[in-house]
């Protein structure tokens, strides 16, 4: 599966997209648009290990809510990112069974590795 969770209103996801030059072949999930499913955060975290590995912990909610003054568990992670597409820190990319997740330059790196060895 070659799969990108982003935001098609975010300069980021779509500096870092440009960037890639992803093939035809990724299917592009505007979150906002289109949410993700259970489904799709449980298929995530599978890949990532945890659903604290796809929560944003930079979005204004995050503060706004106080949820930064919280001790949040696997199941609050998991809820909060299926009630707002903004917790889910973007953009994740899914190659195969490799994920990327977030816009670090790092990250960044290693999906375009990813990318030329596909």
Request: aromatic share 10%; net charge positive.
């Given at each position: 599966m070659?799969k ?7 300069n ?5 997209l ?5 093939s035809?072949?990724?299917?592009l999930?505007?979150i906002k ?8 955060v449980?298929?995530?975290?599978a890949?990532?290990g945890?659903y ?8 204004k909610?995050y503060?706004e809510?106080?949820l ?6 696997e ?7 299926l009630e707002?597409y ?9 190659i ?7 816009n670090?330059k790092?990250?960044?790196e290693?999906?375009?590795l ?5």
């Amino acid at each position: 599966m070659k799969k990108v969770y982003y935001l098609k209103t975010c300069n980021t996801c779509l500096r870092i997209l440009n960037d890639l030059n992803l093939s035809s072949d990724f299917e592009l999930q505007d979150i906002k648009a289109n949410p993700i499913t259970v489904k799709q955060v449980e298929a995530l975290k599978a890949l990532s290990g945890s659903y604290e590995a796809l929560f944003s912990k930079r979005a204004k909610r995050y503060k706004e809510m106080g949820l930064k003054d919280q001790v949040l568990t696997e199941k609050d992670y998991k809820h909060y990112l299926l009630e707002h597409y903004t917790f889910l820190s973007r953009p994740v990319i899914v190659i195969n069974d490799s994920i990327f997740i977030g816009n670090a330059k790092k990250t960044t790196e290693s999906t375009k590795l990813a990318l030329n060895e596909d």
